[in-house]
T-cell receptor, first 113, second 113 residues
Framework: GENVEQHPSTLSVQEGDSAVIKCTYSDSASNYFPWYKQELGKGPQLIIDIRSNVGEKKDQRIAVTLNKTAKHFSLHITETQPEDSAVYFCAASITGTASKLTFGTGTRLQVTL | GAVVSQHPSRVICKSGTSVKIECRSLDFQATTMFWYRQFPKQSLMLMATSNEGSKATYEQGVEKDKFLINHASLTLSTLTVTSAHPEDSSFYIC?????????FGQGTRLTVV
């Protein structure tokens, strides 16, 4: 089955700096890669996703890149703000949808003032 | 977006009793819903896929007789933890599939004493 690894497990950045979280996947058939933000005691919320026919996608301060050859994808957050502090999960799916998602292990992002 | 409501948000029960958790899609119909389990500071692990009008599909290692899933309508799936024990204490999260995107409930923290 699919295996998704995520690094780093914790990340601390100063407000205004950029944050980068990286994930690798094992199944070359995976074709849908969402990123979720989870705040304490709440369910995950989709922040951005990318499909295998696209190399990069951007939404305001958030961008995701995908390297199919290397089987890795990354989340980039620019101009970080304290409210960006949360746990971020990457995920992968071979269905092209958000069904049968395999999640990464999570990254706890702390944005300090 | 779309709204998925999960109830209750917290529940404490005695060992040996059963607990039912509801997952509702409030503004869309969901043929497919998913149930996840999340231990503290860990990732989400898919327990089962719930399909409206048919039996749920359980992931390997998940006891179907212990975690009963019912998806009787296009807006409601329920997870019943039967004969709960302290090791069942966890954060349970549902998600509902709308087209290709998954929308998550806010989670249920179950504590078995």
């Amino acid at each position: 089955g699919e295996n998704v690894e995520q690094h780093p497990s914790t990340l601390s950045v100063q407000e205004g700096d950029s944050a980068v979280i990286k994930c690798t996947y094992s199944d070359s058939a995976s074709n849908y890669f969402p990123w979720y933000k989870q705040e304490l005691g709440k369910g995950p919320q989709l922040i951005i996703d990318i499909r295998s026919n696209v190399g990069e996608k951007k939404d305001q301060r958030i961008a995701v890149t995908l390297n199919k050859t290397a089987k890795h994808f990354s989340l980039h957050i620019t101009e970080t703000q304290p409210e960006d502090s949360a746990v971020y999960f990457c995920a992968a799916s071979i269905t092209g949808t958000a069904s049968k998602l395999t999640f990464g292990t999570g990254t706890r992002l702390q944005v300090t003032l | 977006g779309a709204v998925v409501s999960q109830h209750p948000s917290r529940v404490i029960c005695k060992s040996g009793t059963s607990v039912k958790i509801e997952c509702r899609s409030l503004d869309f119909q969901a043929t497919t819903m998913f149930w996840y389990r999340q231990f503290p500071k860990q990732s989400l692990m898919l327990m089962a896929t719930s399909n409206e009008g048919s039996k749920a599909t359980y992931e390997q290692g998940v006891e179907k007789d212990k975690f009963l899933i019912n998806h009787a309508s296009l807006t409601l799936s329920t997870l019943t933890v039967t004969s709960a024990h302290p090791e069942d204490s966890s954060f349970y999260i549902c998600s509902a599939l709308k087209y290709t995107e998954a929308f998550f409930g806010q989670g249920t923290r179950l504590t078995v004493v």
